[in-house]
């Protein structure tokens, strides 16, 4: 039977502690596939730790190095850093994750965070056209994109929300960090319609 978690670690100094806290956030970090919430870190560490510091002091430990902290949503993952990407690609075989999406597909994942929840009608009426099940289907097997609530409206539609992975890819921490959209239109990027 396995021993259970010895999160207050009195037998140590306190910054011996504080250390071996940071590695444990730092293990759990490297281990998870998805982002990792400050609840699920603090079961670590004990809730009466300041996790948000312990990410701090672990950031600044891994400055310099090849990886780094970075947040989305609610929770933390580490990351190669973005400087590094041409060396993974040219050593590992790492596919592209826009690499199946063509233009009208990023707007189309545009318009779904920046609608959601919307449904295939809602994208209909901002693109003027029918938007293609495959489409909907490549989104989604990047998780890009989820389904999202049933939509209300008679025979209740899913709706489609982007998830984590995407602000993960944009290298978003929440949706309030989308670019505006009349900057968008400004720059001559997006439509009024979008």
Do not use: C
């Given at each position: ?71 989305a949503g609610d929770g933390w993952f ?32 545009a318009a779904i965070a920046y609608h ?35 939509s209300p409206r008679r025979g209740a ?38």
């Amino acid at each position: 039977m396995a021993q259970p978690l010895d999160r207050a670690l009195e037998d140590l100094s306190p910054d011996l502690r504080w250390r071996e806290w940071m590695r444990r956030i730092e293990a759990v970090l490297f281990a998870s596939s998805r982002p990792v919430s400050r609840d699920d870190l603090a079961r670590v560490v004990g809730q009466d730790v300041s996790v948000d510091l312990l990410i701090e002091d672990l950031s600044a430990d891994l400055e310099g190095r090849a990886f780094e902290v970075a947040k989305a949503g609610d929770g933390w993952f580490l990351r190669t850093r973005p400087i590094y990407a041409p060396a993974i690609r040219a050593a590992a075989d790492v596919g592209d994750l826009f690499q199946d999406l063509n233009d009208f597909d990023i707007a189309v994942l545009a318009a779904i965070a920046y609608h959601q929840p919307v449904t295939r009608d809602g994208l209909k009426d901002i693109f003027g056209k029918e938007i293609n099940r495959d489409l909907i289907g490549r989104l989604h097997a990047q998780n890009l994109i989820a389904t999202g609530p049933r939509s209300p409206r008679r025979g209740a539609p899913y709706t489609f929300v982007t998830t984590e992975q995407f602000l993960v890819a944009f290298d978003l921490q929440s949706l309030r960090d989308l670019p505006d959209r009349e900057m968008l239109e400004d720059a001559g990027v997006g439509s009024g319609d979008a």
